[in-house]
């Protein structure tokens, strides 16, 4: 991938996120739509924010593999949480999909008054190859 991951002194630094991360062309950019926790049938996987995480990360992989891509050419996501829920199950789900050798992509996080019907999460991401 031709990106560098940028943690500038006097920022925090966090094995979750990189503060920004550069991406020299040429590039190939996939912009990715709101994934939630619905699978191929367009059903809502589970009551938890970690179960509709866990097929948010699903579906993220599987339109980057249809791009000959993965999770580790994600430069950005941002992600919308339902108020009230725990971003420790978010953070639980992404820890079971993210290889922790690579660098972590940019993040941004909201908490939002709602979604779909019985939806908790969305994830939108940019990722380059």
Known sequence: MVARHINPEGLHRSPA?????VVEQPAKTIYIGGQNG?????????PTLKE????AFRNLAAILESEGASLANIVHWRIA???GTSLDDGVAAFQEVWNRADPPP????????????????EIDAIAAV
């Open 17 to 21: 996120f990189s503060q920004a991360v």
């Open 38 to 46: 619905v699978d191929a049938d367009g059903k809502v996987v589970g």
């Open 52 to 55: 509709q995480a866990t097929q």
């Open 81 to 83: 949480a339902v108020q």
């Open 106 to 121: 940019a993040i941004t996080v909201h908490y939002v008054a709602a979604l779909g019907p019985g939806m908790l999460v």
